[in-house]
């Protein structure tokens, strides 16, 4: 009887302590390992009793903040943090409980999103493999690497929280991490030398919609709300608003430095309206963050035979070069961004390029440049710039090319010039410094080239320092 009485007093207790725990809680973001964004005033935010009064303390500097929980019990306040360094604590008090956050590091903070090809993982995906991804596993232990995933989820409303944790770089924690996100985390890391952070927020297959609240999908008649969960029960992770509910919203608002996408394979079918998609998307990521145009960079869509999802009904306009243009467009609209070309690295029947070093580090080579202010290497791809029809040949020039173009020694075959009848014929190219000469023998006038124009291609000029040029047309055919 007396062990008995013992058990459930023991139990009140538990019970008792729990409770009085439960009065703060903090979301999973906001847990040990966590990393802050270095000389910024960084948001935190939680949940406790209804209008109940608490203290946050950082370890960094000694400092005291307080904030008052609303009638819902949400509160939120900004820290000041200091340049990088760590590790550090955050405590969080009401006065009879508390909550202390340990090891957090302050450095660089990035946003990871998009679609399967952001997801996948540095160990690949089952038969897929990621090119040295073991090896980059094995090499990987890096404490001033942090990151943390958010679990895929599709719903109707938006959350507040999800299940996840910050984890320190090693071979026990890289494997199920995104390698895109990996590559471009790891050289900023070495190469900044100050710790950086990496918030994954991805779902394969996933559309550009999905991404996106009812607000900023208003103008688009082609998205469809959906309002009843029904509405999920087929490929939820394409349905409008849907991964902005579940996976976004509970990130909003953490202090970043800058975004990483990797998405547009399912919206090739739709490429006529994917750049003021993405513009919408990325001005309106940037007012809720409330952090002014922070950088956003990109990877444009590797090539791919997507005409083998419509064996019956192909037709030109699924043409996925047509949604590499307008990843090109977007990137001479939204500011403050840049687009990683990898044409070098489709192919034919894998929709997921087993080379995921290049767009991470072609990532990292825009924010070094465009966002560290590194300079000495090569960062972006030449693009075209103009074209001069004399007789008949077409001239060709390039951008962003400082130190030239090269075909490496290779036969050029992926361009195409027409006359006025619109009918394109493979050209003859001679490469020289900056610039390409076109001829063909069917075609005595010329009016418009295109280069490498079709679902699948492989790239075949490059900038000096190996950077791919983008697939590009002069027409508007």
């Not at 809680?25 to 209008?51: C, R, V, Y």
């Not at 990621?130 to 958010?150: D, L, M, P």
């Not at 984890?167 to 100050?194: H, I």
């Amino acid at each position: 009887m007396r062990n008995f009485s013992k058990s459930i007093i023991a139990i009140l207790c538990l019970i008792g302590s729990f409770q009085m725990n439960a009065a703060i809680k903090l979301p999973a973001l906001f847990s040990d390992n966590m990393m802050l964004q270095q000389k910024s005033n960084a948001p935190i935010w939680g949940w406790a009793d209804k209008n109940q009064s608490l203290k946050i303390k950082t370890s960094w500097d000694a400092k005291t903040y307080e904030v008052k929980a609303d009638k819902e019990g949400k509160w939120k306040i900004a820290l000041q943090t200091p340049a990088a360094g760590g590790p550090y604590e955050i405590s969080v008090s009401d006065g009879k409980t508390s909550q202390t956050i340990k090891n957090i590091l302050i450095g660089e903070v990035w946003l990871c999103s998009g679609q399967s090809n952001m997801e996948m993982p540095l160990k690949g995906f089952p038969g897929q493999p990621v090119y040295k991804g073991n090896e980059a596993i094995v090499h990987s232990k890096n404490n001033q690497i942090r990151f943390i995933t958010i679990p895929r989820a599709t719903v109707l409303t938006p959350n507040e929280d999800f299940v996840g944790k910050w984890n320190a770089a090693g071979p026990q924690t890289t494997g199920d991490f995104s390698a895109t996100a990996w590559y471009f985390g790891s050289l900023l890391q070495e190469v900044l030398e100050v710790p950086v952070g990496l918030i994954h927020v991805s779902y394969g297959g996933s559309s550009m919609e999905a991404w996106m609240n009812q607000e900023m999908l208003k103008d688009f008649s082609s998205a469809k709300i959906p309002t009843k969960k029904e509405d999920l029960a087929k490929d939820p992770n394409r349905v409008a608003t849907t991964l902005f509910n579940g996976m976004l919203s509970p990130v909003i608002g953490y202090g970043i430095k800058g975004c990483i996408w990797y998405q547009g394979e399912s919206n090739y079918e739709r490429a006529s309206e994917y750049s003021a998609l993405m513009q919408k998307m990325v001005s309106s990521w940037r007012t809720l963050w409330g952090q002014g145009d922070f950088p956003f960079y990109y990877c444009q869509i590797a090539p791919f035979n997507y005409a083998q999802f419509h064996p019956n009904d192909y037709v030109e306009k699924y043409n996925s070069a047509f949604l590499r243009e307008a990843q090109l467009k977007a990137s001479k609209e939204i500011p403050n961004s840049g687009m990683a070309v990898l044409m070098d690295i489709g192919e034919e029947n894998n929709i997921h390029p087993i080379h995921k070093e290049a767009g991470g580090s072609r990532l990292g080579y825009l924010a070094l440049t465009k966002t560290y202010g590194l300079s000495g290497f090569e960062f972006e791809s030449p693009e075209y710039k103009a074209m001069e029809i004399k007789d008949n040949s077409v001239t060709v020039s390039f951008d962003k090319a400082p130190n030239g173009i090269t075909a490496n020694g290779k036969d050029v075959t992926g361009f195409e010039i027409a006359g006025a009848d619109k009918v394109f014929y493979p050209a003859k190219a001679e490469v020289r410094r900056k610039s390409v000469v076109l001829k063909s023998d069917k075609v005595t006038n010329p009016v418009a080239v295109r280069y490498l124009f079709k679902d699948f291609a492989e790239a075949q000029i490059f900038s000096t320092g190996g950077l791919p040029v983008s697939s590009f047309r002069t027409d508007n055919w």
